[in-house]
């Protein structure tokens, strides 16, 4: 059976945007829609007439969205889900079966800002988690993706790869090196700054190795981008992008905290649709 996009749905302008770009990944990929829709009790008075109003106009809500998604999609098959409990909830648990988890842009998703809201999705869900905005995505080309060496940035290269290779569009890998402290700043020596980049030209190189072999026709660009944050470097660099593709997180003395500051700043001047994976390790036995 095949895995379904699993789609958050409020009632805003955001998230009828995001439903328009997981439809549409629905029927090119032919895949089945869930639309998912919280309502979180903590959040109502304990009257049954406000527990069934509020419930209702959540039905209502899921049958006017999936009626949208149809004459959006008439191919994608839709069904819903009105789950009781947040969002973070809903969503970490219909991710367990799907492809994908979509969410709009927007301050006022239940819960806080967006940026915040998607980190939490994406720690918790078994997939990876798509945030889309607004954007006009026409004349748009090309998928970007974040490098830096480490597990979550290699698997986020393989899934751009993948991404870029079915939709016939080139992959861009950025590895972004930060400038050195101020401390160090002090007019380090041409060679020292040279062999320091050689070696993130080499992180570069051997995360994109075996992409030929697997994607003979996929054209991959590789960019080093130096003394410069990465947030800022990947948000230049898909500016006009179809997809931009995130690990969870990166390399840094803190693993970039939980879910990664680099993708928390992305999402929060969102240049294109974001896709945030997350590595999912197997745990030992015996």
């Not at 700043?265 to 294109?272: A, D």
């Amino acid at each position: 059976m095949k895995k379904p996009i699993v789609v958050g749905v409020v009632d805003t302008q955001a998230s009828r945007a995001a439903l328009a770009w997981a439809m549409n990944r629905a029927a090119r990929r032919k895949l089945p829609v869930l639309l998912v829709h919280a309502v979180d009790s903590r959040w109502l008075d304990e009257s049954a007439h406000s527990s069934e109003v509020t419930k209702a106009a959540a039905n209502e809500l899921l049958s006017k969205t999936a009626a949208y998604a149809g004459e959006l999609e008439p191919s994608v098959q839709v069904k819903t889900v009105l789950f009781p409990g947040s969002p973070g909830q809903a969503l970490r648990k219909q991710s367990k079966g799907a492809s994908m988890v979509v969410i709009g842009t927007g301050h006022n998703w239940p819960g806080g800002p967006v940026a915040d809201r998607a980190l939490q999705i994406a720690a918790v869900a078994q997939g990876p988690v798509a945030v889309v905005g607004e954007q006009n995505m026409t004349e748009r080309r090309g998928i970007v993706v974040g490098a830096d060496g480490s597990e979550e940035s290699t698997q986020a290269v393989s899934f751009a790869a993948a991404e870029a290779d079915r939709d016939n569009q080139d992959l861009t890998v950025v590895h972004a090196v930060p400038a050195p402290p101020l401390i160090h700043r002090a007019m380090p020596a041409a060679d020292v700054a040279e062999d320091i980049l050689e070696e993130e030209r080499i992180v570069l190189a051997e995360t994109v190795a075996g992409l030929a072999e697997n994607y003979p026709d996929l054209i991959v660009h590789q960019v080093l981008v130096s003394n410069n944050e990465p947030a800022e470097a990947l948000t230049e660099a898909a500016a006009n992008a179809t997809m931009l593709v995130l690990g969870s997180r990166g390399r840094g003395s803190f693993k970039r905290l939980l879910m990664g500051s680099t993708a928390h700043t992305v999402l929060r001047s969102l240049p294109c649709p974001t896709v945030i994976t997350r590595v999912r390790r197997a745990k030992l036995t015996g």
